[in-house]
């Protein structure tokens, strides 16, 4: 018999049932999407204008290999020599939190994050968290 992961899992099992029960279809007509208002953001920033310029705003192949073909890999060192203004698209005062690590050796890396960077990533945390077990009344 076949059947659908949500008629599978009940949804409080999920901690957003909206985004981890999500239809196929629907997931990756959002994924590619994102990737194309990626693409647009990113190539915004000083330090990536150049190296995108080829790539075309509207990319939206979720094909690992056309996209790694198209997007140069990036090394730390060549965020040390960009510096946080690689990041910096917009107007500096929408930057909420600037993180620098040096990783393990070398000079730091410093990244400039939006509030919106910041609640994303406690989204993320949240999911991830949940999805290993941890409930609200959990200790950690």
Not at 17 to 29: D, K, Q, S, T, V
């Amino acid at each position: 018999m076949a059947y659908r992961i949500s008629e599978a899992i009940p949804p409080v099992a999920a901690f957003q049932a909206n985004i981890e029960f999500m239809p196929r279809a629907e997931l990756e007509g959002m994924q590619r999407c994102l990737l194309a208002q990626a693409v647009r953001r990113v190539k915004r920033a000083p330090y990536f204008r150049d190296r995108l310029s080829h790539i075309d705003d509207g990319v939206t192949s979720l094909e690992p290999a056309s996209f790694q073909q198209l997007v140069p890999f990036t090394s730390k060192q060549d965020l040390r020599e960009a510096g946080a203004g690689a990041w910096v698209q917009d107007h500096i005062e929408h930057i909420a939190l600037y993180l620098a690590t040096s990783g393990t050796t070398g000079a730091r890396i410093t990244l400039p994050y939006t509030r919106e960077d910041i609640n994303r990533w406690y989204s993320l945390s949240a999911r991830m968290l949940w999805t290993n077990g941890l409930r609200p009344d959990d200790k950690v």
